[in-house]
């Protein structure tokens, strides 16, 4: 597993691959938009089934996930363990015909296709051929969506026609921690950044505490900006007006979102907390920077470096279609 996989996308545009498919997902924006973005690839409005988690007596009110009499999807797409029973509950109430993907390693038998991250695969999916690895994870970010925002975002964002840094921020996960040694950090390279003549915008995640929200905002300065969680978030069009990217070590999506783009993506480090979630997260990193030569480890230098853009969902996608429709 030392290179990317490959799987040709050459006819992908050229093929219909299903005209009905579904996304069975919680309602964390984490899972929907791999699901989703994988859909995308194969079907141009995918249906979304978001799993219920109310408890109790509210739990009897929820509507179905599905009724048999709705047109019968060719394809399920689904991710997170709670959309796993559903999702096969689906394909067993349609006589099994819709074909079954999970983009995480299931708990529970009945996939027809699983797409598992590296960092998270283990020697003995390797004899299983219905399990295949794949960076990180997949999203909706391409550069075909960016580009028509660029030239707005540009004007926006790039006053004095200075170089543009988004600086993405996330929060603790059981990885990394977001202490005061953490703050310090993130506070130390965007300052650097900004002495070194870049514009910095930096975005805060779901994920990010009011600390750290709160330390942030003490960055802002004529070529810093912060946003404040105020008005709509901006995270698209940072990405849009980009010229590199920082990006702390707690997210897996960000940076995969990020190397879509071809430009550089540098890691910053974190308060490590010791412990198996520590151990995947930093394989991950290792993955993308060491091996895979898609990241760098942040020292205080930004600069452009060449890299093939990542694009794990058309590839996952191109895997499936070529299942949905067979060579003759």
């Given amino acids: ?21 579904w996304a069975v997902t919680e309602s964390k924006a984490g899972t929907l938009t791999q699901c989703v973005g994988v859909l995308k690839q194969l079907t141009p409005s995918p249906v979304v089934k978001t799993i219920n988690r109310s408890r109790g007596i509210r739990k009897w009110f ?42 995480q390693r299931p708990r529970i038998d009945g996939y027809d296709m699983v797409f598992v991250s590296r960092h998270d695969w283990v020697p003995e999916l390797d004899n299983l051929p219905n399990y295949h690895p794949m960076v990180g994870v997949p999203h909706q970010i391409t550069s075909k969506r960016l580009s028509p925002l660029r030239e707005d975002a540009r004007a926006r964002y790039g006053r004095g026609g200075k170089p543009i840094a988004a600086v993405f921020v996330g929060g603790p996960n059981g990885a990394y921690l977001y202490d005061e040694k953490t703050h310090d950090v993130i506070s130390q390279a965007v300052r650097h950044l900004e002495l070194e003549g870049w514009r910095v915008l930096v975005s805060v995640s779901r994920r990010s505490e009011e600390a750290t929200l709160k330390a942030l905002l003490k960055l802002r300065s004529p070529n810093v900006d912060v946003w404040d969680r105020t008005g709509e978030n901006p995270y698209l069009s940072y990405m849009a007006a980009a010229d590199g990217f920082l990006i702390t070590k707690d997210s897996i999506t960000m940076p995969c979102e990020a190397v ?17 979630r520590l ?23 930004m600069e452009a ?16 279609r070529s299942v949905l429709n067979p060579d003759p």
């Fill in 1 to 21: 597993m030392t290179a990317i996989p490959h799987h040709d996308t050459s006819n992908d545009e050229a093929i219909p691959a299903a005209d009905c498919g």
């Fill in 62 to 103: 929820e509507p179905a996930l599905f009724r048999r009499s709705e047109r019968e999807p060719v394809v399920l797409v689904s991710c997170g363990f709670r959309a796993e029973k559903a999702t096969l509950d689906i394909k067993s109430a349609y006589g099994g015909r819709p074909l079954a993907v999970h983009l």
């Fill in 260 to 276: 879509a783009t071809g430009k550089p993506v540098y890691s910053l480090e974190l308060t490590h907390v010791p412990g198996p």
């Fill in 279 to 301: 151990e995947k997260f930093e394989f991950y990193h290792r993955d993308l920077s060491d091996t895979l030569g898609l990241t760098r480890p942040y020292h205080g230098q």
């Fill in 305 to 320: 470096y060449p890299y093939q853009p990542l694009d794990e969902t058309r590839r996952i996608g191109s895997i499936i």
